[in-house]
């Protein structure tokens, strides 16, 4: 199995960017998905291979890649963006998540 | 409109087991890779198993050997069976439907507690 490291909790103004980190190893090989989860809700895929969108996803959400890390970006954050969001990568035996970040919009 | 509808959650002493369901709808199923995920309360997100199109199932170490994954293509249905459960699987599990790599659609879980 393998791991993905992502800060605990991440604070925004509104307005202005977040960005949410996910370091492991195997993103050096794998793509990277991300999931936003609303309190009380199921996930929401929002980003999948690494930079891709999902039909009806919002454009200020972004990702990147640069060696073992991926990256969620959030332009212009709104209230209704605060929400745990989670990266996910896969290989032929294992899915795995990471712990998630807690997004708090200030 | 795709729709997945998970149901069997519900309380089991330890050591019990537990079969949960997931009705899918709206899609081809049988051309997809379906997944379990689990959230325990407070907690984070984990991926349980995964069936391909061809039946070919992998498993999280935490439950290899007491968790099976499996599908019904002529039903539509996605199954968990769960077997000598302990505490630790207390959670509400989802089913997903892989799209892209990535779990597209997620019904709206089912809730498992295992207490005595």
């Known amino acids: 199995s393998f791991e993905l490291t992502q800060p605990p909790s991440v604070s925004v103004s509104p307005g202005q960017t977040a960005i949410i980190s996910c370091s492991g190893d195997k993103l050096r090989d794998e793509f990277a998905s991300w999931y936003q989860q609303r309190s009380g809700q199921s996930p929401l895929l929002i980003i999948y291979q690494n930079t891709k969108r999902p039909t009806g996803v919002p454009e200020r959400f972004s990702g990147s890649t640069s060696g073992n890390t991926a990256t969620l970006t959030i332009s212009g954050t709104q209230a209704m963006d605060e929400a745990d969001y989670y990266c996910?990568?896969?290989?032929?035996?294992?899915?795995?998540f990471g712990g998630g970040t807690k997004l708090t919009v200030l | 409109e795709v729709q997945l509808i998970e149901s069997g959650g519900g309380i089991v002493q330890p050591g019990g087991s537990l079969r949960l369901s997931c009705a899918a709808s709206g899609f081809t199923f049988s051309n997809y890779w379906m997944d379990w995920v689990r959230q325990a309360p407070g907690k984070g997100l984990v991926w349980v198993a995964r069936?391909?199109?061809?039946?070919?199932?992998t498993y999280a170490d935490s439950v290899k050997g007491r968790f099976t994954i499996s599908r019904d293509n002529a039903e539509n249905t996605l199954y968990l069976q769960m077997n000598n459960l302990r505490a630790e699987d207390t959670a509400v599990y989802f089913c997903?439907?892989?799209?892209?790599?990535?779990?597209?659609?997620w019904g709206q879980g089912t809730l498992v507690r295992v207490s005595s």
């Open positions: 996910q990568a896969w290989d032929r035996s294992t899915v795995v």
């Open positions: 997903a439907r892989d799209v892209f790599g990535g779990d597209l659609n």
């Open positions: 069936i391909l199109i061809d039946g070919t199932s």
